[in-house]
């Protein structure tokens, strides 16, 4: 019996780009584990670990947490997850971290969300929400029936500040000047695969054949199997 070497994957994308969407795609059908910074550091937060309360104090300065601090806590999780093939979320976020990864694990391929900057600005600042029960709208793919009122209530929308046109620009300009090194790292080491488009709709299917090539659609296999 011939086994499959285990794939070792990193997502990245601008805010916006639809990484949230894809991930989930790629976790239903290959099976991978999911790994996103973003959850790990609200659960260390919210758990009030020693890693948690240090990063809640950068981010309460507004500071950027630390290299060896992210590193650290990834790292860690990660060696609950050798036996498994996953697929990395928001982090590496710079070359250190990308350097640091690669003396634990080898890296096998890098998705890049490539949607142009326009079409996320578009894409976040059309959203708006209703506080009380979460639900989210979008000015362009899904509005609601009167303008700046929830559905449901009646009662007025709003616009998080993460949404504000200021707050995207800054964001994803953040993104660029940190993020660009990392993408160069793995291009350099022939493992960035770029999938460029302005619809998470039309870029997954070349994202699902890529991914094929390296493991089997797992949701097929759960489909035929009788309950």
């Known amino acids: 019996m011939v086994v499959s070497p285990l794939l070792r994957a990193v997502i990245m994308g601008p805010p916006g780009s639809g990484k949230g969407t894809v991930s989930a795609r790629i976790i239903k059908h290959f099976g991978v584990k999911h790994l996103s910074s973003g ?10 670990t020693e890693v948690g309360i240090l990063a809640k104090s950068y981010i309460d300065q507004g500071r950027l947490i630390p290299d060896d601090i992210m590193t650290q806590l990834m790292l860690t999780e990660l060696k609950g997850l050798d036996q498994y093939n996953w697929l990395l ?8 971290q990308a350097e640091a990864l ?5 890296v096998d391929t890098v998705i890049d969300l490539d949607v142009p900057f326009e079409t996320i600005k578009c894409r976040l600042t059309a959203r708006w929400i209703h506080p ?26 709003v616009q998080r500040d993460d949404d504000k046109p200021e707050t995207v620009s800054r964001r994803l300009q953040a993104y660029d000047a940190q993020t660009k090194p990392v993408l160069e790292y793995y291009r350099e080491k022939g493992l960035l695969k770029s999938f460029s488009g302005t619809e998470t709709n039309k870029i997954w299917p070349h994202i699902y054949a890529f991914l094929q090539t390296k493991l089997p659609d797992v949701s097929q296999k759960n489909a035929a199997t009788p309950r």
């Open 102 to 106: 690669d003396k634990e694990c080898h």
């Open 132 to 157: 009380a029960s979460g639900r989210v709208y979008n000015l362009e793919f899904s509005p609601p029936k009167v303008q700046g009122i929830d559905d449901i209530t009646g009662e007025p929308l």
């Open 39 to 48: 959850d790990l550091l609200r659960d260390n937060m919210q758990k009030k």
């Open 89 to 96: 979320d928001g982090f590496p976020r710079t070359v250190a």
